[in-house]
C-alpha cells in the first residue's frame, strides 16, 4: 500500500502525473485534491475557485484521503501544491498510521510554463512564489522524496 504525495505549482503537471500514474497502476487507486472541492460548487463539470473557500476544500480532500487509508485503498494519490513540511505533514502522519508507504513526488517545472498552462488562471507571480517555497521546503531527511522534471 502506498500514499504518494504531489508537489508542485499549479501547472507543473501534477494532475497529469497523478492520472497517469493512476492509469498504470494495477491497483485499486484514489486521487484527493481540494481542485475536486471547487468542481462540486461548479456543478461538477466547471472549476469554480472561491478563495474563501480553500479551508473547506482542504479539509474535504482530507477526508476524503483518511477514508481512502482507513478503507485500504491501496495507492493514494494526493493531488494538491504541498508547498511547505506543514502542509505534506498531515498525509505522511496519516499515511504511515495506517501502514502506507509514503513518497513526496516533487513536480518541477519551469514558473513561466506552469504561468501559461495552469487551468486555474493563478498569476506567474503566485506562481514564482509557490516555486520559491518549494525550492526551500526542508522535508525530514527520513521522508522519501523524488523529483522529477515536467515538460
Not at 482542504?58 to 493531488?79: L, T
Request: aromatic fraction near 10%; charge should be neutral.
Amino acid at each position: 500500500m502506498k500514499v504518494i504525495i504531489l508537489q508542485g505549482v499549479p501547472g507543473s503537471g501534477k494532475s497529469h502525473y497523478a492520472n497517469e500514474f493512476v492509469a498504470r497502476t494495477q491497483a485499486k487507486s484514489v486521487v484527493c485534491s481540494a481542485d475536486d472541492y471547487f468542481y462540486q460548487l461548479g456543478g461538477g463539470t466547471k472549476y469554480a475557485f472561491d478563495a474563501r473557500q480553500l479551508g473547506a476544500a482542504h479539509g474535504a480532500c482530507f477526508r476524503k484521503f483518511i477514508a481512502s487509508v482507513q478503507e485500504g485503498v491501496e495507492v493514494v494519490v494526493v493531488d494538491n501544491t504541498n508547498t511547505t513540511v506543514s502542509e505534506i505533514s498531515p498525509y505522511v502522519l496519516g499515511g504511515e498510521a495506517y501502514g502506507y508507504e509514503v513518497e513526496i513526488i516533487r513536480v518541477l517545472c519551469d514558473p513561466e510554463v506552469a504561468a501559461a498552462r495552469n487551468t486555474h488562471k493563478v498569476p506567474e507571480k503566485a506562481i514564482r512564489a509557490m516555486a520559491d517555497r518549494i525550492a526551500s521546503c526542508s522535508c525530514p531527511p527520513w521522508w522519501k522524496v523524488t523529483t522529477v522534471q515536467a515538460g
